[in-house]
């Protein structure tokens, strides 16, 4: 077989999978975890790998069946949708195919020479052999020269004998490999490394060109990267196997050390996005806010009866129900807020129906999954679908089709002690309503003042398309159905 039917051949064999865009047109991905390692069998449909993109944690199954061949990015790495992130050996029965994805190496312009006598203990006998090619480097063609193993053997000699004489305290001078010429090389002097590897230094503030390789070929690692970040770090006094960092102000690191007066965290995934979002609302919409307090007492004793109701046993039964069960009787007696402004149509795409937003507060940051179809759920139904929401939404597991496509959203800051607030925005929704806490206050009651349980609740609209009217009606309906949850059924 020749070696243009073997590239053929071994280039079907390994499969790549691209980060695939997860939902709604996004761009990156974070990878979280990685289920599988080089080596591992997997199957067409199992998952390897978890991700987490700027709406929510993804776990991504593999569409091919074989052997993992490599994993191009460490946990931790940001990949640009599009980008392969792990290759499959789907014939491993054939053999082995190699540390080059793959892809045999080119034929050699001219036959190489043999190595010198002594050549083949620093790796000489694997010569004839294509080095693993590194992102970002490109192939070497037939007609680029290498340098010489020699060389590079040289080279790390000479950096091993530096760094034993620095622990030793002594001067021994340290003989420089001879500079050998190399022919249209221009990356001869950047610092060989891995992407994952180059960002990771970035975070650690350490310029690889300090950096002692002990990789194969000169490669720089990971554990050579926090050998030097820990060198940096040490007391002056103590020997350093690493030259510390230049003078630079370092990039900020994920996690600073103890002793610190300060802590930087890298703005990314959920948070990235919801900031984003934030900040586009509030400088696209012009907010307006109204508030309201509301003696919710008969409301509250529904929520004690319902909870001893046998239809509605094992259901997530609380005041954010009714709550919002009161939103959508508002939303269903003044239609026109549950609409959303085309700014590229100059339109008002007013909408036959509501999806309700849920904010809820998770350990990778805000996200607002919402109930689709919310106003044609009985109160079961309802419950049902909150209860779902939240627990998925703890999680980490809410896709990002459950966040798409919302209409007005509920955000229970009463959860957390507050009164009210001045929510923002959804993107693309017309309302927000704020739930604060319920507490007991003095309140006037059939003409006497009487401990009441009361809250306050916010409604943020778009006034573009929602007039001072239109919004008050909605906040006054809302309040009216949780003063007298009666009105559930008579407003029905």
């Not at 909150?386 to 809410?398: C, F, H, I, Q, Y």
């Not at 604060?436 to 003409?447: A, E, I, S």
Request: aromatic share 4%; charged share 25%; with cysteine.
């Amino acid at each position: 077989m020749t070696d243009t039917a073997t590239a053929g051949a071994a280039a079907q064999r390994v499969r790549e999978f691209k980060m695939p865009d997860v939902g709604e047109g996004l761009t990156e991905a974070e990878i979280l975890k990685w289920y599988v390692k080089p080596g591992d069998s997997v199957t067409d449909g199992q998952v390897v790998c978890e991700v987490e993109t700027a709406k929510a944690a993804v776990e991504l199954p593999i569409p091919f069946t074989g052997v993992v061949h490599e994993l191009r990015f460490d946990e931790g790495t940001t990949v640009d949708v599009g980008t392969p992130i792990i290759t499959v050996d789907t014939d491993p029965a054939a053999g082995p195919v190699g540390p080059d994805r793959g892809a045999p190496a080119a034929p050699a312009a001219e036959p190489a020479p043999a190595p010198p006598a002594g050549d083949e203990a620093e790796g000489g006998a694997e010569e004839g052999k294509r080095q693993p090619v590194l992102v970002g480097y490109g192939v070497a063609t037939g007609s680029t020269k290498r340098r010489p193993r020699k060389q590079a053997a040289a080279q790390a000699q000479a950096a091993q004998s530096a760094v034993q004489a620095e622990l030793n305290g002594t001067s021994t001078p340290v003989v420089e490999a001879p500079a050998v010429p190399v022919a249209d090389e221009p990356s001869a002097k950047r610092p060989l490394a891995k992407p994952p590897v180059r960002k990771l230094a970035k975070d650690l503030g350490i310029d690889l060109a300090t950096v002692v390789p002990t990789g194969e070929g000169g490669i720089i690692t990971r554990e050579d990267v926090r050998a030097a970040a820990a060198a940096a770090s040490a007391p002056a006094a103590e020997p350093t196997p690493t030259p510390a960092p230049r003078a630079e102000a370092p990039a900020p690191a994920p996690v600073s050390s103890t002793g610190e007066r300060e802590r930087r965290v890298p703005i990314k995934g959920v948070r990235k996005a919801t900031a984003q979002a934030m900040v586009t609302s509030a400088f696209t919409a012009p907010h307006v806010t109204e508030f309201v307090t509301v003696d919710v007492t008969r409301t509250m004793k529904l929520v004690r009866e319902l909870k001893e109701d046998p239809e509605l046993a094992g259901l997530r039964v609380n005041p954010l129900l009714l709550v919002a069960k009161a939103f959508l009787t508002a939303i269903r007696r003044n239609p026109e807020i549950n609409a959303a402004w085309d700014e590229e149509n100059q339109e008002i795409v007013h909408k036959e129906y509501v999806n309700l937003g849920i904010a809820a507060a998770t350990p990778r940051g805000l996200i607002v999954p919402n109930i689709k179809d919310a106003h044609a759920k009985t109160l079961p139904e309802l419950a049902r679908a909150l209860g779902e929401l939240v627990a998925t939404a703890k999680e980490g597991r809410t896709s990002p089709a459950d966040m798409a496509g919302g209409t007005v959203t509920i955000t229970n800051v009463g959860v957390f002690g507050v009164d009210t607030g001045t929510p923002i925005l959804n993107p693309g929704e017309s309302a927000i309503l704020a739930f604060g806490q319920v507490k007991l206050q003095p309140w006037v009651h059939k003409g006497k003042v009487k401990p009441r349980q009361v809250t306050t609740l916010a409604l943020s609209f778009d006034h573009r398309l929602v007039d001072g009217e239109l919004g008050s009606k909605v906040l006054a309906d809302t309040a009216a159905v949780l003063e007298n949850p009666r009105r559930l059924i008579t407003w029905n």
